[in-house]
């Protein structure tokens, strides 16, 4: 019987281990652009956050088009000046409705697309006006699901370099 999971053991490693090598490995903090416009942010891949979000200030709601869009400043990296704003407009996909401690809040929900390593990904984010510090932004299990591994032992592992 012991030979017999050791046997089932080996091979179902063996299954799995091609399929890990093809995905992505991430470190739990990296380094990504936000596109097209460029600024450099911090991201937290968080597997244990449900959702994923990105911290804003200064938001405005407004009308374009008959549809709802945001404007909002978010903190980038610059390699000269060091943290500056960058203020970016982005559609409305809906707005979701959330119960806290304090009450309850609504939170706007847009498309953005962040260079990760080579490859650019257009994932759905939350806008949070609380912010707690640490990495505006942070990736949770509904990103990391198809985004790759996360090895939390490691950080900043891969430089952003997605090509226009």
């Known amino acids: ?23 992505a490995v991430f470190g739990w903090q990296e380094k990504a652009l936000i596109q097209p416009e460029q600024g450099s942010v911090e991201v937290e891949l968080d597997p244990t956050s449900p959702k994923s979000s990105i911290e804003v200030h200064d938001l405005i709601i407004f009308q374009k088009d008959g549809e709802n869009w945001v404007r909002f ?35 706007q929900l847009v498309r953005m697309s962040l260079c990760l390593g080579d490859k650019v990904y257009a994932e759905d984010l939350t806008l949070k006006t609380h912010g707690k510090g640490g990495s505006p932004v942070k990736l949770g299990r509904d990103v990391l699901a198809h985004l790759g591994v996360v090895d939390a032992s490691r950080f900043d592992t891969l430089k952003p370099d997605c090509k226009p």
């Open 73 to 107: 400043g978010v903190p980038v990296m610059h390699a000269l000046t060091g943290t500056t704003d960058l203020t970016l407009e982005r559609k409305v996909l809906r707005t979701e409705k959330s119960k806290g401690a304090f009450g309850s809040s609504q939170h």
């Open 1 to 23: 019987m012991r030979r017999y999971t050791t046997v089932l053991s080996s091979f179902m490693l063996a299954l799995i281990i091609p399929q890990l090598t093809q995905a």
